[in-house]
């Protein structure tokens, strides 16, 4: 049976692409697994080791050591010795990795203004440039500059204590 | 034990936010669930009706219903009746459903330049009002209007089949 190309690029999500011809199906289909997206924003975040990442996120070893797998595999995170003995290894977003950006950010916009996060939104976007907020173009709202992921800073909110590891990660790192 | 925010944040995902403190997490608690983009990418093409989005999807009848409930329990689609004996309901996007668009379409565009769909990207989308393409931004190349949901036409690329079902779909509904 022959089926249309768009019902095949909606078929159930398998892990090859052959026959389909959805680009959304397609980056879902590396990026839509459940914890991929909270990886993304923990290497985003400035969070690059293992042993940090998985203390943030709480899951088991093994499953990001898998979800880590697939990106360093997809060509999204590269993995980089940082030490020797024993071998550790750090991972950082490549180019590939760094395009998520804007889907990340739109997650987080619209988690902002339709999630309900108790006490509101805990992470605040800033061009590094001037200051600005990001608007819902990826556009500085002060200066109008076109925003990436190397001209934000991401700062906690104001009703983030002082002592909470949020604000001591995303300040310390960028 | 007291948890930090952060990794209450980024604990497994449950079907409940209490005390948590991450918008991207809270975002994909709603809209993170297998199907779940693709069915909001259904209704901004246009495809509102339970069987036609079950023929697009080809997924079981009972996992598209429980997903479109979720997605009206949330207020992100809202059911409008089209027919009453038997009655028929169509899937709208609420404003709330609306709010996803820039998270749908930075996948695409990720998936368009990352995914390796063959044939290349199957949709294009276009500013309704100069035909001006769409670029990472949300804004249009020719023009440079912010554009969003209402402001675009998507088309079926060039080399997609004139009898093919995305075409008809895509081009007969907006």
């Known amino acids: 049976m022959q089926r249309s190309r768009l019902a095949c690029c909606l078929m159930p999500l398998q892990r090859t692409y052959s026959g389909q011809t959805c680009s959304i199906a397609a980056a879902l289909e590396i990026v839509g697994e459940r914890w991929t997206m ?5 290497a985003l975040l400035g969070v690059h080791r293992f042993d940090e990442m998985q203390a ?3 899951i088991a070893r093994n499953v990001l050591q ?13 993995r980089r010795r940082y030490q020797e003995r024993p071998e ?3 991972y950082h977003l490549t180019e590939k990795g760094l395009d998520l ?19 509101g939104p805990p992470v605040r976007l800033e061009h590094r440039g001037c200051g600005g907020a990001v608007d819902d173009h990826l556009l500085c709202v002060a200066c109008g500059a076109k925003l990436g992921p190397r001209d934000v800073w991401a700062h ?9 590891p949020l604000r001591r990660r995303v300040l310390a790192r960028h």
Request: charged share 20%; glycine share 12%.
């Open 38 to 42: 909270l990886i993304i924003r923990e």
């Open 56 to 58: 943030d996120l709480g």
């Open 66 to 78: 898998a979800r880590l797998e697939t990106l360093v595999g997809h060509g999204i995170l590269e």
């Open 88 to 90: 550790r290894y750090a």
């Open 101 to 119: 950006w804007p889907a990340v950010v739109a997650l987080m916009q619209w988690g902002d203004k339709h999630g309900a996060v108790p006490g």
């Open 156 to 164: 906690a909110a104001d009703h983030v204590p002082a002592d909470h």
